[in-house]
Nanobody, 120 residues
């Protein structure tokens, strides 16, 4: 079994910052691409940022220059530093990871989500 647990969400005023974390645990052989997605009420889930097992990253246009994705492979943990937050960033943020398990199977895993609310 593999679990992804997000943390770091909360409420912040516009212009503020938050740092999200996603910790993967369980029967993990290796983790490939990891990513952050978000879903606002009444909207579809969208990609926020993604990072390969190396250093390759890509971002949604709406967050470029404000958000930074990173990962610590030794800790099986991914981060999302969010600066200059805007009300439109308000959403439930999900962690995603493509993982090879110890049984050599490949699965796409999702966390339960962490709420980010940006409001004055």
């Amino acid at each position: 079994q593999v679990q992804l647990v997000e943390s770091g969400g909360g409420s912040v005023q516009p212009g503020g910052s938050l740092r999200l974390s996603c910790a993967a645990s369980g029967s993990i052989f290796s983790i490939y691409v990891m990513g952050w997605y978000r879903q606002a009420p009444g909207k579809q889930r969208e990609l926020v940022a993604r990072i390969s097992s190396g250093v390759s990253t890509n971002y949604a246009d709406s967050v470029k220059g404000r958000f930074t994705i990173s990962r610590d492979n030794a800790k099986n943990t991914m981060y999302l530093q969010m600066n200059s937050l805007k009300p439109e960033d308000t959403a439930l943020y999900y962690c995603n990871a493509f993982i090879k398990t110890m049984t050599r199977d490949f699965f796409d895993y999702w966390g339960q989500g962490t709420q980010v609310t940006v409001s004055s």
